[in-house]
Structure formats: structure tokens, C-alpha cells
């Protein structure tokens, strides 16, 4: 069966409750936009483009709920939802251009049942439209990878961050199916383990060869000859190839600096933030019970200080290249991502 992270039936919102994994695969059904602003927040879907998709059903849900007459009305209810939406995360971009996409839609449609119909259709095609640009980037990130290699992966970047088939999980199924042996190692990523209780599980659901590692493991994993090549997602990256992505991926681009071992990010274009610069960027900060404990169990005395960042900085001269739907681009990034985004 594939993962479907979340979906629109209905009127409602489907989504798995990824808080539930690995232990349990249940989905949740919403038909308010205040739940799903808290399951983005409570990372019942997380993973960039699984919440720029749910902001936008979020919004979608929003004009049903609102029992507006006039165009004006149902606007201000929207723009009030979609700030509810847009607060709740702050590091990826996805979710920003997801509620902005909604946003404009509405605005050019002419009377509240328009407005209605017409964000609902954008909802679902932005859905459907994921995992096809997922598939396009995986079909050209598995030009990158050879026969046997046996790929690093960091956090989830998969089926459970996206709609479905994921990005950097995306090569990895593209390269399986074009008939290339594949094997993956996928770190914990601690504190809230979407290495282990999310990557690993839908790896082994689909029967892809996957073993667990502490991210204490890295070095060793490199430094053994065990990694021939990293493949992560991300949260946003700027024009300038600086990578925002899950808390302990600058420390693998670096180690895979050390090792020369080619590191490389795999996106859609909608995480790309063409304005920003570094000192702009949010990095969510976390409670720190995340850090102070794993699921129920305490693992540290009570009072202690934490320093709990959910995302961390790459540096464009860390990174080999960058996956998206539209190809692969190489350093210089300011080069590059220049030319990914005129046309021609
Ligand atoms: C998710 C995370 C993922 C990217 C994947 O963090 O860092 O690597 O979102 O994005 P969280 P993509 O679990 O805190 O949301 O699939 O575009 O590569």
C-alpha cells in the first residue's frame, strides 16, 4: 500500500498522524483549519512541501467553514486563517508559498462560490502536483547515483515529508526502479527521530535495504568507506545555495566534506526563497522536553538548560548539488539558482 501523508476527501482533510509512527499507522480526518494549524504544529504532518500542502487545505477548508455572502467577507476570513496557518512553523518556505498560492486564487475569483470552488481545486492539484514533481526529481537524481551505492540519508525526506514518493527518498525509489541496487543509511536524527521512526519505516514498508544508525555514527560510517553518497531534503534554500534543513545536516555535509564524499540536496522548487538572505531566516527553537527525554522516558535531570534548534545551516561550498523537478544544478549556486529560475 502507498503512503499517502495527506489527502483531500469529501470536504475534509485526511492526513497519518506521523506522531504515531512507527507504532502505529492511523490517519486523522479534519473539517477545521484550527486542527489542521495544530497538527502542523504538533508535527502530525511535517516535512516542507507535506506542510506547504497542508497549509493550503488548511485555507481551502477555511472558505467552506466561513459562512460569508461577500467576496470581502470571505477574504478577511481567509487572511485570518492563513495568518493561524502561516504561525505555526516558521522555517520552511513551503508552507509560506502554499498559503500565498491559496491566497492569490481567491482574490482573482469574483464571487464567494467561486472563491470556494476554486481553492479547493488549487488545494487538491497542488497535492497531485507533488508527487509528480517529486517523481521528476527523482528520475534526475538517480542519473547521480551509480550500481551498489549505498546512499545517507538525514531526517525524512520522503513519502511522510511530501505527499507522496518524497525527494530525497524519491531518488532513492527512482534509482530502485530503474533496476540499480541501492542500499541506504539513514541516521536517527534525534531529538524527535524521523530517521529512525519515520525514514526507516517507510524504506522497510517498501522493502528498500535500510540500516539504522546513532547520528553519533557519521563519522564512523564515512571514515569506514560505508557511504558513497548523501542525499537529504530541505526547508528552504536561499539564492545563494545556503540549505536549511533538519538540525544535524550541517554536521553530515561536513563530515562528508572530510571523506570527500558527494553531498547533495534534493527539493522542489517551491522551497527555494529568493529573497531572503541568511540573517532573515527563523530557526524554529523547540521545547526542550524533546531533548530532555525520548517519548515518555526522561533521559536527563529535571531543571537542566537546552538549546533545541529544529534546523541548521549548510553552506553552498558543503554541498555537490542541488535535485529539483527541473534538473540538477551545480555550484555556483548564485549562478545557477539564477538560471533555474528564468525562463528561457
Ligand atoms: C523536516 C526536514 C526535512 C525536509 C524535507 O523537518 O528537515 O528534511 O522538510 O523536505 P520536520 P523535502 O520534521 O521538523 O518538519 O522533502 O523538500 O526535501
Known amino acids: ?3 499517502k501523508t495527506v489527502e483531500w476527501k469529501d470536504n475534509s482533510v485526511i492526513m497519518i498522524d506521523q506522531t504515531k509512527l512507527p507504532n502505529t499507522l492511523e490517519y486523522v480526518t479534519y473539517t477545521d483549519y484550527n486542527q489542521v494549524a495544530e497538527a502542523i504544529r504538533t508535527l502530525v504532518v511535517r516535512g516542507a512541501p507535506a506542510i506547504g500542502v497542508s497549509g493550503a487545505f488548511g485555507l481551502a477548508l477555511s472558505s467552506l467553514q466561513s459562512g460569508a455572502t461577500k467576496k470581502d467577507e470571505l477574504i478577511s476570513y481567509m487572511e485570518n486563517a492563513k495568518k493561524i496557518l502561516f504561525e505555526t512553523r516558521p522555517t520552511a518556505v513551503n508552507l509560506v508559498w502554499g498559503l500565498n498560492k491559496i491566497m492569490d486564487i481567491a482574490n482573482k475569483a469574483n464571487t464567494v ?11 487538491k492539484k497542488m497535492a497531485e502536483d507533488d508527487i509528480q514533481i517529486n517523481m521528476s526529481i527523482g528520475k534526475h537524481g538517480s542519473e547521480l547515483i551509480s550500481d551498489n551505492d549505498t546512499i545517507m540519508t538525514h531526517c525524512n525526506a520522503g513519502a511522510l515529508a511530501t505527499v507522496g514518493y518524497g525527494t530525497a527518498l524519491g531518488v532513492i525509489r527512482a534509482t530502485k526502479d530503474s533496476g540499480k541496487n541501492i542500499k541506504v543509511i539513514a541516521t536517527e536524527t534525534r531529538p524527535i527521530q524521523q530517521g529512525s521512526r519515520l525514514t ?17 555514527a557519521v563519522g564512523y560510517t564515512m571514515a ?3 557511504v558513497d553518497k548523501i542525499i537529504v531534503g ?13 538540525i544535524g545536516t550541517y554536521q553530515v555535509a561536513t563530515m562528508a566534506k572530510q571523506h570527500n564524499i558527494p553531498f547533495y540536496v534534493a ?13 532573515d531566516v527563523i530557526i524554529e527553537q523547540r521545547d526542550a522536553s524533546e531533548v530532555t527525554g525520548i517519548g515518555d522516558k526522561k533521559t536527563a535531570p529535571d531543571g537542566i538548560n537546552v538549546i533545541n534548534p529544529a534546523f541548521d545551516m549548510t553552506p553552498p561550498e558543503l554541498i555537490s ?16 539558482i539564477k538560471e533555474l529560475f528564468t525562463p528561457n
Open 1 to 3: 500500500m502507498e503512503l
Open 113 to 123: 462560490n467561486e472563491i470556494r470552488n476554486n481553492v479547493v481545486e488549487s488545494a
Open 200 to 216: 526507516a519505516f517507510e524504506l522497510k514498508h517498501d522493502g528498500i535495504d535500510v540500516s539504522l544508525i546513532p547520528d553519533t
Open 224 to 226: 569506514n568507506g560505508l
Open 234 to 246: 530541505a526547508d528552504r534554500i536561499l539564492r545563494t545555495g545556503h540549505v536549511y534543513n533538519k
Open 267 to 279: 527539493a522542489p522548487l517551491s522551497t527555494f526563497d529568493m529573497k531572503s538572505n541568511p540573517e
Open 321 to 336: 548539488g542541488i535535485i529539483t523537478e527541473n534538473g540538477i544544478v551545480k555550484p555556483p549556486f548564485q549562478k545557477s
